[in-house]
């Protein structure tokens, strides 16, 4: 078995190919096994919005690896992926009048060096919740035979009041749009927390925006910049 993921955004991976090795006399066996899969998977995300479809699954054959990981190593990984948290985080000292928001994905898998990698980001309204995180990883990490590592951990800035610079881009995107935005906290992972750290002085903002927004985002930019001017 191989991984490989390509990473869409530096935050969640766009794809991820896997490449399983079987023994030749089971090959219908395990199409037959996976068509089954396919269509019940298909079938559960039919009715999903078109610009939220999830990634379709295929398969197809290919020319054998140089290289596969042993058994053992296969179950220690699936052990690991099946164990890993992913999605919302609940604390295991949670309360039922707790806000705290945390989540936690998985990045990437990849074989480098001889080497699995497993790849996971998170982040958290509470730094304690988020140290529980990391902790709960490490023990199922060596649990399953890997070994665990923090890249790094950043702190999210979050105001009590909106900055001048926020209210500004709320004013022209008001004004541009002839409607009324509101302020709400978001647990979104983006590079401005990382540029902040090393630039705490520049006013950062991170726009996300699609084809139904880029209209609206694009001119509210403009009229920034125009009012931002004659200021």
Known sequence: QMFKTKMANGILPSNVTLTITIEKDKDNKFRNHVDKLLASFNKKYEDVEEEDKIIPLQYVAVKPP?????VDESQNLVSFLYTLFN?????QNATDDSDDKTYTY???VNLKKNRILVETSGY??????LKELIDSENTLATLNGFKHKT????????HDSPTKFAN?????????????TKYQD??????????????SKESIVVINMNSKTAENVIGSMV?????RGEK
């Open 87 to 91: 999605g919302s985080y609940t604390s």
């Open 151 to 158: 890249l790094y951990t950043q702190n999210e800035s979050y």
């Open 106 to 108: 998985l990045r990437s």
């Open 223 to 227: 009229t920034y910049m125009k009012t």
């Open 66 to 70: 140089k290289e596969v990981m042993s």
């Open 124 to 129: 958290s309204s509470s730094a304690e919740i």
């Open 168 to 180: 500004d881009l709320k004013e022209s995107f008001d004004l541009y749009t002839e409607d009324k």
């Open 186 to 199: 978001k647990l979104v992972s983006t590079p401005a927390s990382r540029i902040a750290e090393m630039s």
